[in-house]
Each structure stands twice: as C-alpha cells, then as structure tokens.
C-alpha cells in the first residue's frame, strides 16, 4: 500500500524528443506527489509537483499529468535536452497527516545530443 | 542563499571505526531527515528529527544514531561501519513532514 512503483527504469531519448516516466500507487490516502531530479554524486532537487486537486501542472518544459481515478501520474518533459539526463525520483506522501515521503526507484534518463 | 550543506563530501572510514557525518541548515526548517541512498537506487529514510523529537525507521540498524544539537545542525553517527555501511548519505530538511524537501549534496562513505 506504500509503494510507489515507477517506470520505465531507464530511458533514452533524442534531443528535442519528449521523455515521458509513469509512476503508479495505491493508497488514495495520498495527497502530495512531487518530482526529483538527481545528478551524479549531488542530492535531488525538487522538479515539481502536484495534488490531486488538479490534472495537470506545467513548469517550463515539465508537465505532471495526473490521474486520480487511475491513481497515475506522469513527469513529461519536452524538448528534452542533453542537460536533461539525469535520475527522476517520483514520490508521493500524504501531507496533511505529515507523513514522511515514499520514493519511486528511480529513471535513469539518457538524452543523446 | 539558505541552504542545506553537507560534510565532507566524501568520507573514508575504516570497517567497525566510527564516523561521524554532518549536516546543517540555513531554512530554518522544523524537520531533518538522513536517507541513505545506495547505487541506483532510491533515497531509504533512515531518520528524522521534528524539531527535538527523534523519529527512526523501523527497520533502521542499531548501527546509525543521529544527533540534533539545535534547529540548524544534525549529526549522523556510525558507531561500526561495515562494507555494506558504503553508500551515499544525505540529509534534507523540510518545514513540516511530507512536503517541500530540500536536499543537500550528500557525503559519499567509503568503508575500507
């Protein structure tokens, strides 16, 4: 119920494509689903985010979709770059009740240039 | 810029010699967490601190203490590393639990 299960485990992509990584989970409980890109040897960082009062969020050239009644969401980025290869980590937690984040295990994302 | 910082970046330490990792903090946020986080694989919570109040993961070894002397620093204590103990360990801190998560650089432990 705690899980959050993330596909695909690794991507390649050209330059200018669109990457796309799914992340499914179980507990409806859940409120808080934020996005993490992580470069080599430095921590994540927070991409962005979404709640479930919404369908989409857009920053930039990242969108979440989101899909309360499939209990999926999903990190588009567009015109993605080679600056863009990185791991992305979805999470989710349930922050009304203060519940500490579940991790998704991670894309590794390959954009070739 | 507030910020999290970790150190050092990259730790030595020998099998069963303690070793101590240390975060701090300029957000003045309520919660710090350590994640051990293992080659290509996602962040573990190990602990966290809601303001002086410790927290640790069930399944957290007896091995990993931690240390919150006051709002703005965190210690991670291995009282006896082992090879499986080589990982990269990150802090974050957060506001409140289960949202806005700031993660520092991390210090990479190599046990020899």
């Known amino acids: 119920q705690q899980q959050v299960k993330q596909s695909p485990q690794s991507l390649i992509v050209q330059k200018g494509g669109i990457s796309i990584i799914n992340c499914a989970y179980e507990?409806?409980?859940?409120?808080?689903f934020p996005w993490y890109q992580q470069f080599p040897g430095k921590g994540p960082a927070l991409l962005i985010a979404?709640?479930?009062?919404?369908s989409e969020k857009k920053e930039g050239r990242f969108t979440i979709s989101f899909n309360k009644s499939a209990k999926q969401f999903s990190l588009h980025i567009m015109d993605s770059q080679p600056g863009d290869s990185a791991t992305y980590f979805c999470a989710a937690s349930i922050e009304n009740y203060g519940q500490n984040f579940v991790f998704g295990p991670g894309t590794r994302l390959s954009v070739l240039p | 810029d507030a910020m999290v910082i970790q150190n050092p970046r990259y730790q030595v330490t020998q099998f069963g010699k303690p070793v101590t990792l240390s975060c701090s903090q300029t957000?003045?946020?309520?919660?710090m967490y350590w994640y051990q986080q293992k080659s290509s694989q996602a962040p573990k919570l190990l602990f966290h601190y809601y303001d002086k109040d410790f927290n640790n993961e069930a399944d957290t070894p007896d091995n990993f203490q931690s240390r919150r002397p006051n709002t703005s620093f965190c210690f991670l204590d291995i009282r006896s590393p082992g090879l499986g103990d080589a990982a990269m360990y990150l802090c974050?801190?957060?506001?409140?639990?289960?949202?806005?998560?700031?993660f520092g650089s991390g210090t990479r432990l190599t046990v020899v």
């Open positions: 979404i709640r479930p009062d919404v």
């Open positions: 957000l003045n946020h309520n919660v």
């Open positions: 507990n409806t409980a859940f409120d808080y």
């Open positions: 974050a801190t957060s506001r409140g639990r289960g949202v806005g998560y700031t």
